[in-house]
């Protein structure tokens, strides 16, 4: 039986014994991975290498080195590279990489079971202590509209975060190390010409630093197509598309069919392709279009050149030349733009290398300017470039009319005559014109005036039995007295009756111009060509939309001009129509806004300066006059203080009675610098039956100094975070670390941490300074109180040169006490002591004291 009960438990053993050895050999068979580090600080990537053995699971950790705060922490799969004999991964950050300082560690996985941690390797950040000035990163970023970007500031040793602002605006931070803070931006906008800035301030800011980042778009052309002007080249060309927002040297450039690299949106080659690639690049992308063609379908013809013409009165001849011979065997589609009197026609020309047009229907000695344009006729493309405008005139012709009185002629009894008329001008003469006329005693019926009927004046004439060859009908305005332009018409024989159209056509331009409050209309004078009847005046309407407001009833038929007065400012719409007796024409519009009378204006702000400058001396007067009452109102004298006592003898020394509560001695540890000073805690003294105590104890020894406070010792011993395998990853970084109190650190610590972290006793000391609040963006692991190098200037005291005594009510509560001073003394300093806080109370009243000295300096200087 004891046999039996042995066997069992030695089995166990030797089976637990096995295991463990498994186990041992296995974990000894993983390789701890030999790390190195490379860097790209562009990209924020980290790529990390090592020899790791046969094994592809491996553990990795990142961390933020001064605060020992874990990044990144994940087992990853990285298989063994062949060529090189390595395994590589690649992390990016979301924190620009320089920054604060990583922490990287390695270990090898198989299954459950690990190697040991490899040793670990240091990426270093910009806020080390050697580097002191103001930083931000990431610098002059070019990034897509709608990412997410992160930035950093790193504060200048011995200074105070304040704020990152982004553009204007202020962003939340959160904290990376001592000195370095970073904030997110979601989903960027389009940046300005000049980029976005990106600033960060100390407190209170009196230093900055900044970065800019430019947020834009990848190129996106459009339109792109390649033509020819000669028949045989090319020229391609495109549209830029969407704003990139990227100018300057980020802005995009462009290549076609593989050409250098040019900003321009035009390239031309010296042969037809027929194929082409467009490439838009900047540095958010790139961006291709294609396109092909052949050379008959893509013409786009120059413009014509050297214009010339041929006038006559009726009709031109304009002739060009094309600068490509090549278009003398191409068939042609032209368009001629005619230009007379500001209204413009088109005409529709075609032929095979048309280099000549007719244009017919003109009026003589009239001007006219003409624009001349051509596109192929076949597989038409687009219309070529317009030509540069040309001007000519037609020629005159017989347009007036000669008086010739035959009432005396006598001799010609038969009473027949035929009249011969020639028309000259500077061309010469005109072939002769025979008119038969009769002569007879009687005197033609006096007509009386037509009236309007129907879109004309309706004439009924008697029939002629001599009559052979028809009617001659002609009219001149009855206002016209002598020389009058006749009009005429001819009506065939038989009829007896004709119907001459009588309705004025619209006047010429009508153009309007601001007088003050008042609007002046102008118009010009129909032409005769365009009359159809006697113009009795004008009409002048103020148009509202659909309506018509009729202004006034110009009877004069040489009116011009009609001013418009008494308007307020605003758009308005005018029509001028001229009227005959059939009624009125189509007018002539024009419209105009109304702008503020800007004389009136400057006239107002001359009289308002005016009148101030005058409030302003009768009040400086008064005040003047014055002076005493307003120094009495305003700023009475303050009487001198009367103080209890005789003040006029020299004071002897002053007494301080230290507090009975806690004591402060400076003590020298020889482990330490000998150059700087420490404090340490004195236990307090129990008092005596009387209350009496240490407090009895004279002021002026041989001891140390020592200065009782009313404050109490602090236990601030910070509580380190706790991280997987914490006393693995207990290397700090380069630039920070815990310093031991025995005197020895394992990295190089700011002297101001060391003196609190290292109070005997287990704390550290403190006079009245206020504990930093925790910031709640910082992502430390731990509740540990982060001390600043700076906190003596933070949060502790100043001395200042000047000091008030406590009220008497504050001198009875203290009665128990020796008298206080209003504050307490610095144990290094003669001076007096005040917390940071009131410094900028300090500062107002500062302020409030100069304005007041001012302002009795000021009422002083008036006195008599």
Known sequence: MPHLSISPSCSSIWLICILLTIHTHAKDALTVPQVRLSADWDTQQLTISWQGGAATTFDLMILRTELNETVFYETVNVPLNQASGQHQWTWTSVEPLECTSLSIKIRSRDGQTTSEWSNTQILQGNDLPSKETFQVYPQDRIVPVGTNTTFCCIVEEGKVFGSILYGNRVINTRR?????????????????????????????????????????????????????QDLSSAVCQWNEGRDSHLYGKRETYYSVNKSPQQKRREISFNRWDGNWTLVAVNHLGQYTLTDFAELGHRVHLVAPANLTSVNRAWDTTVAWQWKFDSYSSLALECQVELTSNGQKTKRTFSGVGLRSVVLSDLHPDEDYSVQVRCGAQENFWKWGNWSKPFSFKTSTTDTSVAPINLTKIAAFKSGRVIATVIAKNNAGASQPANIPLR???????????????????????????????????????????????????????GNTNVSVESVPSSLALLSTRQQGSNILLTWGEIPLVNRRGFILGFNVYMSNGSQFTLLANLSDRGARNYTVKGLPEGSYKFTVKAYTVAGEGTGAPASITLEPYTDWLILEILTSLGITALFLVIVTFICYKKRKWVKKAFYPDIPEPKLPGDWSRTPGPLDVKPSSHSVVHIVERPELDSSKEMLVVIPEEDEDEEGQGIGDEPVDTDEPASLRYYNQVVDERPIRPRFPDSSASSASSLDSGTHRCDGSSEDQQPQAELSVNCGGGGGGYRPQMQPRAQSEDMGLASPEPFLEPQAAIAGGYKPQSSWHFDSPVEAGESAGRAPSLGSPTSVASTEFLLPGGEEHAEEKQQLSSSAATWFTNLLSSTKP
Not at 193 to 221: A, E
């Open 176 to 228: 990376l190390s001592r000195r370095s803070y970073a904030a997110t931006i979601v989903n960027q906008g389009p940046s300005t010409r000049t980029g976005t800035n990106v600033i960060c301030y100390d407190d209170p800011k009196t230093k900055l630093s900044g970065s800019v980042v430019f947020v834009g778009y990848p190129p996106l052309p459009t339109d792109f197509a390649c033509e020819t």
């Open 439 to 493: 002569l007879t005693g009687v005197e033609p019926l006096t007509a009386s005036r037509a009236v309007y009927v129907d879109g004309g004046f309706p004439l009924y004439w008697q029939s002629d039995a001599n009559a052979t060859c028809g009617y001659v009908v002609e009219w001149h305005d009855t206002s016209c007295m002598s020389d009058c332009p006749v009009e005429w018409i001819k009506v065939a024989a």
